[in-house]
């Protein structure tokens, strides 16, 4: 039987709330239609940096975001999304007096498109409730801009059924650093042993339980189980409704 929880601690993306990628834009590149909300930079673009073309801009964006994650898989720090933006228009010769007001603007933009894009739906505004009821409530999430993770929780009408929102750009580290569920514990004035995480990530959201000594119930949604010699979760789901019956039990 699972020990009688007093917290739960949710993971946001992928686990709450969940993304429509035909909401972000679409851009042509090399002759393929890629959904990013790059797309709805060009005005700003042509200010910032004249002469680059979205495509050229995409290319570069994507490049720096993927040695990014590299190197954080390794320190598990987590950087602001306007540094993203600002080490890319810095190599597409963005003038320095304006570099940084320029990648605050294009983050920003950026960032109202991953709103737009982001769903609630209605299966989990009634887990979360129902969660609510039993006790203490929590979020901590990997995100590289707080401010916009509280404005996805308060246009879903999620952020008044939380006690504490823990997000990692927030505090400089990332799940699956343990601190990130620390703060959240903390937050929650609750210990280790009285929480649940749920999360759909395994390497970070496994990874960070594990690390924290918290129960981690993972949302295996595509069945594909536990990774060779990794460590199990306590629990495994399908679906995010599938921990009521899990609480239910304890």
């Given at each position: 039987m699972p020990p009688p929880y007093r917290g739960v601690l949710f993971d946001l993306f992928g686990t709450l709330v969940t993304f429509d990628t035909a909401r972000l834009g679409a851009l042509d590149v090399g002759g393929r239609r890629v959904h990013t909300t790059v797309a709805a930079l060009g005005p700003r673009l042509a200010e910032w940096v004249p002469g680059v073309g979205l495509e050229e801009f995409w290319q570069v964006l994507v490049t720096v975001s993927e040695e990014m994650a590299r190197a954080r898989c390794d320190d598990h720090v987590e950087l602001p999304s306007r540094e993203r933006f600002r080490r890319t228009l810095e190599r597409l010769g963005c003038d320095d007096t304006v570099l940084l007001e320029a990648a605050a603007d294009l983050s920003r933009r950026h960032m109202s498109r991953i709103v737009t894009a982001t769903l609630l739906p209605p299966e989990h505004t009634a887990v979360l409730a129902a969660v609510r009821a039993r006790g203490r409530v929590g979020l901590v999430s990997n995100f590289d801009d707080?401010?916009?993770?509280?404005?996805?929780?308060?246009?879903?009408?999620?952020?008044?059924?939380?006690?504490?929102?823990?997000?990692?750009?927030?505090?400089?580290?990332?799940?699956?650093?343990?601190?990130?569920?620390?703060?959240?514990?903390?937050?929650?004035?609750?210990?280790?042993?009285?929480?649940?995480?749920?999360?759909?990530?395994?390497?970070?959201d496994v990874g960070a339980a594990v690390a924290a000594g918290v129960d981690v119930a993972w949302i295996d949604a595509t069945a594909s189980g536990v990774p060779a010699g990794a460590p199990a979760p306590t629990y495994m789901l399908r679906q995010l409704s599938d921990v009521l019956r899990l609480l239910e039990r304890s």
């Open positions: 707080t401010a916009t993770a509280f404005v996805i929780l308060e246009r879903h009408g999620v952020l008044s059924q939380l006690d504490t929102v823990v997000v990692s750009e927030a505090i400089g580290l990332r799940k699956p650093h343990p601190a990130v569920l620390r703060t959240g514990l903390r937050g929650l004035e609750l210990s280790a042993s009285e929480v649940l995480f749920v999360g759909d990530s395994f390497a970070d």
